[in-house]
């Protein structure tokens, strides 16, 4: 099953053909379990997009629960490809998270223009040689188009490769009254 128009960008650019498979075996699980509600974690932000579309076009009558990402203490994101890393590039991993919190705090000091949001992100990870940036946008959380300025639901979405490791993560952005509200 390919969710055309979510499935080509970000991920799917990097990992061609990735989200058929994905939609393929969510698909086949959710139709032998039937379960009513499904879990997934944030951190795959695109791949949940996706499977909520899918499960929107096709009727499937299970609904999809976002978690949260898990975090380790110093604000990894938690994955299976985490052990991987070598210890230095588990120590350079974080400029991930890093960049996501630079993002947070240029928001909560007023930013909204996505460019220049981006530009401190990627000052941070360019900081760490260990880090080499795939991708990094700030996207509309329904259609995953990039956005210009800051104003409905977003995701600052990232894939970077740490030593030979190729990593990902994410800063959800909703508006809140007159602010603005990231969560990592």
């Known amino acids: 099953m390919l969710v055309e128009g979510l499935s080509e960008r970000l991920e799917g650019r990097s990992r061609p053909g990735h989200f058929r498979g994905v939609t393929t075996v969510v698909l086949k699980l959710l139709e032998i379990v039937q379960p009513r509600l499904a879990f997934f974690g944030r951190k795959d932000a695109q791949q949940v997009r996706i499977i909520r579309q899918m499960v929107g076009d096709l009727n499937v009558d299970s609904e999809i629960v976002v978690c949260p990402i898990v975090r380790e203490s110093d604000g990894l994101a938690l994955s299976s490809r985490n052990r991987y890393l070598n210890e230095g590039d588990r120590r350079a991993a974080t400029a ?42 700030i996207v509309d959380a329904d259609t995953l188009e990039p956005v210009v300025s800051l104003r409905n639901v977003c995701y600052v979405l990232l894939a970077a490769r740490v030593g030979g490791t190729r990593l990902i993560d994410n800063a959800l952005i909703e508006p809140a009254g007159d602010s603005l509200v990231v969560t990592i």
Do not use: F, K, N
């Not at 530009?119 to 990094?136: M, N």
């Open 96 to 137: 991930l998270y890093r960049s996501l919190e630079s993002v947070r705090r240029e928001i909560d000091a007023g930013e909204r223009d996505a460019a220049r949001l981006l530009a401190g992100l990627r000052r941070v990870i360019d900081s760490e040689p260990r880090v080499s940036l795939d991708y990094a946008e």
